[in-house]
């Protein structure tokens, strides 16, 4: 009986080194999975905010482009009316106006 006892004892002792064996085993397993991941989620976060940036650095070149064409444009547009003789007269001729009323 002793001899059983014994057996079922050492087969306890072995079965519980087998299961800390493979419980470590999974833990650095489970360990370099989690460093793998961090890694490419570090690795993702990076590569979206590159492109974000690239996205927004776009948008604000191409809201200068139309600021300027804009600009640009209103420019032409009071330089054209300056020039514009029919106008020039026509403001010439109310000014004179407004100044005889007086």
Do not use: F
């Amino acid at each position: 009986m002793d001899d059983v006892i014994t057996r079922i004892v050492e087969i306890e002792r072995q079965c519980s080194a087998d299961v800390e064996e493979v419980q470590l085993e999974y833990g650095k397993s489970i360990e370099a999975h989690k460093r793998i991941l961090e890694e490419k989620k570090t690795k993702e976060r990076a590569q979206i905010i590159s492109v974000e940036n690239t996205r927004l650095t776009q948008a604000v070149e191409e809201a200068k482009r139309q600021t300027a064409a804009v600009s640009a444009d209103l420019r032409r547009d009071s330089e054209s009316r300056l020039q514009d003789p029919v106008l020039n007269e026509a403001i010439k001729e109310d000014i004179i106006s407004i100044l005889l009323m007086n």
